[in-house]
Nanobody
Framework: QVQLVESGGGSVQAGGQLRLSCAAS????????MGWFRQAPGKEREFVAA????????YYTNSVKGRFTISRASDENRGYLQMNSLQPDDTAVYYC??????????????WGRGTQVTVSS
C-alpha cells in the first residue's frame, strides 16, 4: 500500500510563506527522486522542483528559483517544499511525486492527491 500524501497547503497573503510536506509509505523514497508539481484550474500541470534521492542535487523551474526550497529527510520517506515570498501566480494544487530525477512528468510513477495553495493579493 505505497502512497504519497501531501500536507501543509492553505491560504496566505502575497509575500507570505508555507511549507508543504510529502509523506511516503513503505520504501517509496528509497533511491527515488521526489518531485513537486502544481496545477492551476484550466492549466496543465507543471514542474516546480525536484530533489535527488541522495538529497545532494536539486532543480527548480525558473519562476520559483530563489523563493522555494526543496528538501528531504535523511530517512528518504518525507520531503518538503518551503515556499517563501508567495505570489498570486503560485496559486495551484501542489502534488508530490516519486520517480526519476527529472522535470518530465512521465518519469514519476507515484503521485499524491494534492494540496491546495491559495495566495491572495
Amino acid at each position: 500500500q505505497v502512497q504519497l500524501v501531501e500536507s501543509g497547503g492553505g491560504s496566505v497573503q502575497a509575500g507570505g510563506q508555507l511549507r508543504l510536506s510529502c509523506a511516503a509509505s513503505g520504501h517509496t523514497f528509497s533511491h527515488s527522486a521526489m518531485g513537486w508539481f502544481r496545477q492551476a484550474p484550466g492549466k496543465e500541470r507543471e514542474f516546480v522542483a525536484a530533489i535527488h534521492w541522495s538529497g545532494g542535487m536539486t532543480y527548480y523551474t525558473n519562476s520559483v528559483k530563489g523563493r522555494f526550497t526543496i528538501s528531504r529527510a535523511s530517512d528518504e520517506n518525507r520531503g518538503y517544499l518551503q515556499m517563501n515570498s508567495l505570489q498570486p501566480d503560485d496559486t495551484a494544487v501542489y502534488y508530490c511525486a516519486a520517480g526519476s530525477y527529472t522535470d518530465y512528468q512521465g518519469a514519476y510513477e507515484l503521485w499524491g492527491r494534492g494540496t491546495q495553495v491559495t495566495v491572495s493579493s
